[in-house]
T-cell receptor, first 115, second 112 residues
Framework: NAGVTQTPKFRVLKTGQSMTLLCAQD?????MYWYRQDPGMGLRLIHY???????AKGEVPDGYNVSRLKKQNFLLGLESAAPSQTSVYFC??????????????FGQGTRLTVV | ELKVEQNPLFLSMQEGKNYTIYCNYS?????LYWYRQDPGKSLESLFV?????AVKQEGRLMASLDTKARLSTLHITAAVHDLSATYFC????????????FGAGTRLTVKP
């Protein structure tokens, strides 16, 4: 059981380049999330999805786009990378409220550096 | 807007001692989570607290939730070095809003 898998694990981008981070989960979770983690700031929610074909903005959505075309995948895109987007990105998934324990399961993270 | 505050942010303690980490949040919620993160690793779920008065224990860690005070605590009993990690609380605002917010984390170091 792989759980939540993120690709790639590491990436270095030049300012202005674009890239897509892929998150895949095999737990049949409805909800999926993208967070960024910066030193001293905990995790901040970028975008989330409560089901296939639906997405919503989180706390820090600017500069990012997402898509959830399949239930098991949640993609995070950076159209024009900026140094301020240097961070560690985590994907997570969970069941909806009312369906048992609803804690989020996290991927291993993607360390992105924008130079 | 939901705000989640943890304190302390840094905690250095001796093995065998007890301590409590606090998590305050700003809006009504009855779902709170505690996670552990080891350096360079992902987050691991520790506790799920789903109602007022909920208390859960696992080994030397015990978590509780007081929804009226908007406060959760993570109590560490007789700390050991293996508990050294960063601990995060996270609050889910409710059924119509899944914007789960995390505290800044408490970096715990347990010294022999």
């Amino acid at each position: 059981n792989a759980g939540v898998t993120q690709t790639p694990k590491f990436r270095v981008l030049k300012t202005g380049q674009s890239m897509t981070l892929l998150c895949a989960q095999d737990m049949n979770h409805e909800y999926m999330y993208w967070y960024r983690q910066d030193p001293g700031m905990g995790l901040r929610l970028i975008h989330y999805s409560v089901g296939e074909g639906t997405t919503a903005k989180g706390e820090v959505p600017d500069g990012y786009n997402v898509s959830r075309l399949k239930k098991q995948n949640f993609l995070l895109g950076l159209e024009s990378a900026a140094p301020s987007q240097t961070s560690v990105y985590f994907c997570a998934s969970s069941y909806p409220p009312g369906q048992g324990d609803t804690e989020a399961f996290f991927g291993q993270g993607t360390r992105l550096t924008v130079v | 807007e939901l705000k989640v505050e943890q304190n302390p942010l840094f905690l250095s303690m001796q093995e065998g001692k007890n301590y409590t980490i606090y998590c305050n949040y700003s809006t009504t919620s009855d779902r709170l989570y505690w996670y552990r993160q080891d350096p360079g690793k992902s987050l691991e779920s520790l506790f799920v607290l789903l109602s007022n008065g909920a208390v859960k224990q696992e080994g030397r860690l015990m978590a509780s939730l007081d929804t009226k005070a908007r406060l959760s605590t993570l109590h560490i009993t007789a700390a050991v070095h293996d508990l050294s990690a960063t601990y995060f609380c996270a609050v889910d605002p409710g059924y119509n809003n899944n914007d789960m917010r995390f505290g800044a984390g408490t970096r715990l170091t347990v010294k022999p």
